[in-house]
């Protein structure tokens, strides 16, 4: 959804196939967009703060782009791999993919080329300016990664919160960025036990120990 809450995108399986659609007036009314094909699942849409920049992924193996508030879509360069979650900056013009078991990827031409992270990827999160990345999936000791430059390099965050309450071996898998990156959320994959955890840092992209 856009910023204002104009525009906004959904997916669906729906009678066999991944279906897309688009909003231009608050969700009152949905537009039929673009199918992704019989038997494709299409689990996360993305969109830019003010609508006209959308991504999604399928597990077809393909990455979609629209710049025109989600009415016509181009398939982009991404590899073909089974794409499950995408997040996308305010501009747009940062994005990040990853896909079912495999590297995340990241984009800095409004999702139409993409490159891997090197980093394993499972649940993405991205801040405003789309400098600030988050992404968790793996164990305690190998499941937290953060980037400060637009999912280029990452470092390693697993280790500072394995002290946090709660923390535990359970696999990461989910995370949340604020708007400024300067608050981060990972959450466990169970419901058991120690949920999720947040901290606020001294500055972007640093977890307090």
């Known amino acids: 959804m856009s910023a204002s809450g104009q525009y906004a995108i959904t997916c669906g399986f729906i009678s066999g196939a991944g279906n897309t ?27 830019s703060a003010s609508g006209q920049y959308c991504i999604f992924g399928n597990y077809a193996g393909l990455i979609y782009y ?16 089974s794409w499950r979650t995408a997040a996308m900056s305010a ?15 990241y984009s800095v031409d409004y999702g139409q080329t993409w490159t891997s992270t090197g980093k394993y990827g499972y649940g993405l999160s991205i801040s405003s300016t789309g400098k600030y990345v988050l992404t968790a999936r793996g164990s305690a000791s190998t499941g937290v990664w953060f980037s400060s430059d637009y999912g280029v390099n990452w470092t390693d965050f697993t280790s500072r919160i394995s002290g946090a ?30 949920v999720g955890w ?8 640093h977890f307090l120990e």
């Not at 747009?92 to 990853?98: D, E, F, K, L, P």
């Not at 990461?172 to 419901?191: C, E, P």
């Open 91 to 105: 501009s747009g013009q940062y994005a990040v993919a990853s896909p079912t078991a495999n590297n995340a990827y």
């Open 165 to 194: 309450i709660g923390a535990s071996s359970s696999t990461y898998r989910y995370t949340a960025l604020s708007g400024s990156g300067q608050i981060q959320l990972v959450a466990k994959s169970d419901i058991t036990g120690f």
């Open 21 to 47: 659609y688009f909003s231009v007036d608050y969700g009152q009314t949905w537009t039929f967009s673009i199918t992704a094909g019989n038997g494709v699942y299409i689990f996360h849409t993305a969109m």
């Open 198 to 205: 947040a901290r606020k840092s001294p500055e972007n992209g």
């Open 66 to 81: 629209s710049s025109d508030y989600a009415k016509t879509w181009t398939t982009s360069n991404s590899p073909s791999l």
